[in-house]
């Protein structure tokens, strides 16, 4: 029953938190990390990760990527393909190449310093999808363009991710296989997700409906989520990567926005948040004021690489300077998806201990900070209604 009381600890605290950062305008999943910071060893510890708040967190992370395939619109990434990929290949390439850099000038061997570049080339813009609503440009090119390059940059990530954990990581899910063995074997998978987006998925979510009981099709779709996580695991992969094109497969058929309400209202209600509260938990304070000057560093080079690597993407793709600029500063904001790869890095020992906490406050900085440059783009360069489709 101990279990019992700890989830209950863990979700009132986390409810409390995420109401009060949703009231102060910053994103939810503060709150969340704010939650597992302050029931963890870094402050009361009243909570540690147990195998039960590992397997929660497990199942969160799961399910939060399958949502976010659920939620990548396949259409928006077909009508903006060039600028889309222009945008994200180079908002992809340079964080990495230049975190990398860094890392390796402090110190980082080349697999961490590779892995942090990983890490700050992910991107969620769903704080910037709120501001873009906000100012009445997102459906202008811009718009329309960081819609599209966040598909292609999810997709990517995920994929240099998984491949990484793979090649470099260690742990009970790291493939034990020669990694030529494990190169075939991933190559394999990415075929085997084809057949599943292609032709499995419509059929097993359309055998889901005309099951009778309640929420079969959910049900149906969560099939398709874990066994093609436990795939991935199986094949070498990160799990997340299962999820994710899982959700992807769900998203195309007529059965998306069932699934989606069903899945949210599970996910947030209680694994979720769980997973958010587990990468608190692994923080630490002490010795952030030794790193003070790494933090810095860091967070100027994250907002500045995606910033200027995808503002130089779209410029290539043919838009001007002003919905460039807007676009940079669109994708900026790291928010749950570099938190995700931080927490599997760390789990992979690709993210050393040391840096862990000050590599998360990293990406909470670049999340706040996101949205204020992206409406100082807005207001100082882009006119909505001229740009609207």
Known sequence: MADIGTLALILLVTLALSQLSLKLGVPAVIGQLAAGLILGPAALGWVSTTPSVATFAEIGVIVLMFIAGLESDLSMLRRYLRPGVWVAVIGVVVPVVVIYLFATLWGFSLVAATFLGITFAATSVSISVEVLKELGALDGRSGATILGAVVVDDILTVIVLSV????????????????????????????VIYLVVRWLAPYVMHLGERLLPTASVTITSLLLCLGLSYLADWFGLSAVIGAFFAGIAVGQTPYRQTVDRSLEAIGYAVFIPVFFVSIGLNMRLAGLGQDVWFILAL??????????????????????????????AGMVSRGEMALIVAQIGFDAHLLHRDFYSAVILVIILTTLIAPFMLKIALQTGQRPKENAL
């Open 164 to 191: 990484a954990v793979a090649m470099f990581g260690e742990g009970e899910s790291v493939s034990a296989w020669p990694l030529w063995v494990t190169l075939l074997l991933q190559v394999a998978y990415f075929g």
């Open 299 to 328: 967070t100027l080079l994250a907002l500045l690489t995606k910033w200027l690597g995808c503002g130089a993407g779209a410029k290539l793709a043919g838009l001007d300077w002003a919905d460039a600029n807007v676009v940079g």
